[in-house]
Each structure stands twice: as structure tokens, then as C-alpha cells.
């Protein structure tokens, strides 16, 4: 089809906050995993983000039962930041996006050229979405903070990956956290988890939690849905809200014999002094257990 044949499909969303803010959740690859999705039964699993003009992106996209995928991929060909970005998908269709700051307060504009395989209408919504995700999703982002921790390990990363995921080694690098930390489920992509310990009453509480992608090796991604409080799994709610959403990232840097492992997530500000303390005394934890 010829350019000038193609149907040209405008969405916009205005979101309650400054442009330079909007600029960063847009772009980076962090913030993109978790809004990048047009409904609940889809997400972002990995993304890859070279702003610039000539460089290249690649998002991940996948069902959450796994069932199919597809890389959303392209080209950049204008960046202007905070306020414009204009780009080739590898299917050769044009996007072009505008940020318009006023009051703090920002007007996002996309036009994308439909594609001929499903209707138009139905590719305008699904792009809707996206946008009202990203709205929703910049509009809460102040309730986290990511956090980042990283250790240079003596051994191949094919060890440090199974020394964190086998559960006798888990629950001795995390008793840090709790004497009685454990996991219960599948580190599978795909699958729901628990994280769980017994606290001073001798309760069992925790998190449930969702495989958002998991590659041997190089690095897993944990999604936190839910809490589990005295036993019982709940998920929704105000303090399941508090963390609903939030991302916990491994990645695994092999570097000759050696691992550098990097530590990412989301962490609720009230923590962020609790996990300052923990988090470098866990990895020396597990450094001493790869070690061995």
C-alpha cells in the first residue's frame, strides 16, 4: 500500500503532570514494562530503548498466559525531547508523538498510519488504552521509588541463577529478610508465586506474585499482585494497593568466571530505609553462598 493510502489514526490523553516527568516515564525502559499494554490479559516483557535519532527500540509484547507474542519494533527517525519523537515501525508505518506542557499539565498526541489487518476502529481503541495505562499509570508513579543494589559475584552466572531460584539455597540467602523465607510455586514464565514468612505470632504473611519473564541466566522479572495476611491471599484492597503493580528485576552480567548481579524494583517510600539495610547484607549473603 501507498503512504498516501494509508489511514492516519490520532489518539491523545492529557496527564496531570509536567512534561519532563512525562518524558522519563515514557522513554525509559523501567517505567515502559509496566504501562505498555492495551488490557489487562497483555504486558510489556522486556524492553529495549535507544532514544535518539537512528537508534532503535524493541518492546516485548505478550499474552499473560503466555499463549503468543510479538516484538513491537522500530526505528527513530526525529527526537526532539519533551517534545516530539517520530519513528518507522518495522512494518515501514509512521508514528508520530507531540507533548504539549500547559499549567503542569500534559497533552500527549499520537498519530499512527492503521495497518490493514484489523479494523480501524479496533486499532484506534487498542492504542487508546495504551495511552489511558500510561495516564494511569504517571499519575500513581510518585507511590514508588526504584531502588537499585548490585554485586560482583565469583561465579559463572549459570550458578548464581540456580543458587537464587532452588529453594533450600532461596531460603538461606533471604533469611536476612526473615528466618523462615520461602517461596511456594514456579519460577516459570508465566506462573503465580508466593513469597512467604512467618512473622513474630508466628503468622504467615507475604506476597503474590506473577512470573513477568524469566530468562535463564540473564534475568528475571517478578509483578507483585497481591498480599497474603495471616495465611490468606488478598487482592485488593488498600494494602494490597500499595504495592499492586509493583516490579522486581534480576539481571545477570557474566563477566569471564565472574556475575554481576543487579538488583531493580519498586519500593513504597516507608521501606526504602528498611531496604537500604537489608538488601546489601542479603547480597553478601548470597555472594558467600555462590562462592562456595
Not at 87 to 106: A, C, G, H, K, P
Not at 123 to 149: C, D, M, P
Not at 223 to 250: A, F, L, N, R
Request: glycine share 6%.
Amino acid at each position: 500500500m501507498n503512504r498516501s493510502e494509508r489511514t492516519l489514526v490520532n489518539v491523545q490523553t492529557l496527564v496531570k503532570l509536567p512534561v519532563a516527568r512525562i518524558w522519563d516515564l515514557w522513554t525509559d525502559p523501567w517505567h515502559i514494562i509496566h504501562w505498555n499494554q492495551a488490557s489487562a490479559e497483555w504486558h510489556t516483557a522486556r524492553a529495549e530503548n535507544d532514544v535518539k535519532k537512528n537508534g532503535r527500540f524493541s518492546y516485548r509484547m505478550e499474552a499473560r498466559d503466555g499463549s503468543v507474542g510479538f516484538d513491537f519494533s522500530g526505528e527513530y527517525r526525529k527526537v526532539i525531547k519533551n517534545k516530539s519523537i517520530e519513528y518507522f515501525l518495522d512494518d515501514s508505518r509512521i508514528v508520530s508523538i507531540t507533548f504539549s506542557e500547559d499549567n503542569n499539565e500534559t497533552l500527549i498526541s499520537e498519530s499512527f498510519e492503521a495497518e490493514e489487518t484489523y479494523p480501524v476502529d479496533y486499532q484506534r481503541e487498542g492504542w487508546q488504552s495504551i495511552l489511558n495505562n500510561f495516564k494511569n499509570y504517571a499519575e500513581t508513579s510518585e507511590r514508588f521509588r526504584v531502588l537499585h543494589y548490585e554485586i560482583l559475584i565469583n561465579a559463572p552466572a549459570d550458578k548464581v541463577y540456580r543458587t537464587m531460584l532452588e529453594k533450600e539455597l532461596y531460603a538461606a540467602w533471604t533469611s536476612i529478610f526473615n528466618p523462615s523465607c520461602r517461596f511456594e510455586g514456579s519460577w516459570d514464565k508465566g506462573s503465580k508465586i508466593l513469597f512467604l514468612g512467618e512473622d513474630k505470632e508466628g503468622k504467615t504473611n507475604g506476597m503474590v506474585s506473577w512470573i513477568k519473564d524469566n530468562i535463564p541466566n540473564r534475568s528475571i522479572k517478578i509483578e507483585h499482585q497481591g498480599i497474603v495476611k495471616d495465611g490468606e491471599e488478598i487482592m485488593t484492597g488498600p494494602e494490597v494497593e500499595q504495592w499492586k503493580g509493583s516490579i522486581e528485576s534480576y539481571g545477570f552480567i557474566s563477566m569471564n568466571d565472574k556475575t554481576l548481579l543487579s538488583v531493580d524494583f519498586d519500593s513504597v517510600k516507608e521501606f526504602e530505609v528498611y531496604f537500604s539495610q537489608t538488601w546489601p547484607e542479603v547480597l553478601k549473603k548470597l555472594k558467600s553462598i555462590c562462592e562456595k
